[in-house]
């Protein structure tokens, strides 16, 4: 299928489809981890790459070259690399980015595992990675070495919402030196919000764990980007370093869910607006965090760069740590839990859960409070999503 010729939504259902044998409407799942030769000759051709076709489901399989030709389409991409986590995409790709002596600078606001990845855990590898306020235009510059290899962020960064400007910061970091890659988590986005490539990243790193299959019942992740680093993630990254590769089921489950990313989306963005809004007017609320709310410090930044608010906001409650947690299991529709971008409302405590990796000076330097409350806003009906929250909050106001 043509990929530029069709809207998202019809790219979202159709591209990547493979031709079957039955004529089955849907892609068979190809649950196989090896392929048939027919000669040994074949085989030595099929791994050297010059005779067409699979050979082990570790480098690609039919079922994860679809769902890879989505969102490559989806993020206007060259290519879409899948892979078996969120985590599993950013540390191949990560690892395929720098070698010894090389540095990062990253963002300070950052999911909880990526942080401790870059702050514990590559530096043992001999990179250096600094950790700036990316908004910071300066403070960037001041990072930047002829050592430095990688600039990656968040945008909205997890789980403060802060927004970073995606087009000055790659802007400013290829003016330094255009080979520097500038790695975007487009998680709390999806490709249906946000398409950072367009708009100077070089990367695209999801957790499509969250809104890209959007049913909370698969673990996944996807590199975007130019074909020739996809096929360095893929080729070194995925098969010879993590071997995080996505499964065929998985794949199958994420191209089914993509096929209503946008209408889910859609429906997250007006929830989430209805459920800041109301937030903001509670007088047990100190703050929401939503780049949709005009006094939020990255509302401008959000309409410059994205279609609409997303479904992910964070509030702050007039109360000490122990209140909010009491406030928070009152919750009744609303569930308690990590991750985000399901069909149900998952509320958590990110200094207790997501961000636990981070200590109070590093919470305290990210800008995180320590009574941060973050909302995956669901596809249920707002009124009840609303009432959930006026029960539990009956005490405090
Ligand atoms: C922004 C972001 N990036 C990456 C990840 C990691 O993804 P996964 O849990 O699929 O490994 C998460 C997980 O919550 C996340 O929120």
């Known amino acids: ?12 259902i159709h591209v990547g489809k493979m031709k079957n044998s039955a004529g089955a409407l849907c892609d068979p799942i190809y649950q196989t981890s090896t392929f048939i030769f027919d ?9 050297a790459g010059t005779e ?10 039919p079922s994860t070259n679809t769902v890879e030709a989505k969102v490559a389409s989806l993020e206007n991409g060259e290519e879409a690399m899948a892979a078996a986590s969120g985590m599993g995409a950013i540390t191949a790709c990560l690892y395929c980015s720098v070698v010894a002596g090389d540095e990062i600078v990253a963002d300070e606001t950052l999911y909880g595992c990526t942080f401790a990845f870059l702050s514990k855990e590559i530096t043992q590898l001999d990179v250096k990675v600094s950790f700036v306020n990316l908004n910071d235009e300066n403070a960037l510059k001041a990072a930047l070495t002829d050592k430095t290899k990688v600039v990656y962020f968040e945008t909205p960064c997890n789980p403060t919402m802060k927004l970073i400007d995606i087009e000055k910061v790659a802007t400013a970091t290829h003016a330094f030196n255009p080979d520097i890659k500038v790695i975007v988590d487009n998680t709390f986005c999806s490709p249906y919000l946000q398409r950072p490539l367009d708009l100077g990243a070089d ?3 999801h957790s ?11 673990i996944a992740g996807f590199v975007v980007g130019k074909k020739e680093f996809i096929d360095k993630v893929r080729g070194i990254g995925i098969v010879h370093m993590t071997g995080a590769v996505m499964s065929p089921f998985n794949a199958f489950l994420i191209s089914r869910g993509l096929k209503t990313l946008s209408i889910r989306m859609d429906r997250h963005c007006e929830n989430a607006m209805k459920l800041a809004k109301y937030l903001e007017a509670h ?6 965090y939503y780049p949709g709310l005009e006094s939020f410090e990255g509302y401008e930044i959000a309409k410059k760069q994205m279609d609409n608010f997303g479904g992910m906001l964070s509030i702050e409650l007039k109360a000490d740590k122990a209140t909010t947690a009491k406030t928070i299991n009152k919750l009744k529709l609303c569930t308690i839990a990590v991750s985000l971008g399901d ?3 998952l509320v958590e405590h990110a200094a207790s859960m997501t961000h636990s990796t981070y200590s109070a000076e590093e919470l305290a330097a990210a800008g995180i409070p320590e009574g941060l409350v973050r909302i995956s806003v669901g596809l249920e ?3 009840d999503i609303i009432a959930d929250f006026e029960q539990a909050f009956a005490d405090l106001a």
């Not at 299928?1 to 979202?12: A, D, I």
């Open 381 to 383: 009906d707002i009124e």
């Open 343 to 345: 069909a149900e409302t």
């Open 203 to 205: 990367v695209v790193v």
């Open 1 to 12: 299928m043509e990929n530029k010729k069709y809207g998202f939504s019809t790219r979202q």
């Open 283 to 288: 007088p047990a609320v100190e703050k929401v």
């Open 52 to 61: 067409p076709g699979y050979v082990y489901s570790r480098p690609a399989n």
């Open 39 to 47: 000669t040994v000759e074949q085989g030595g051709g099929r791994f």
């Open 208 to 218: 499509a764990t969250k809104y890209i299959n959007g049913h909370g019942d698969v």
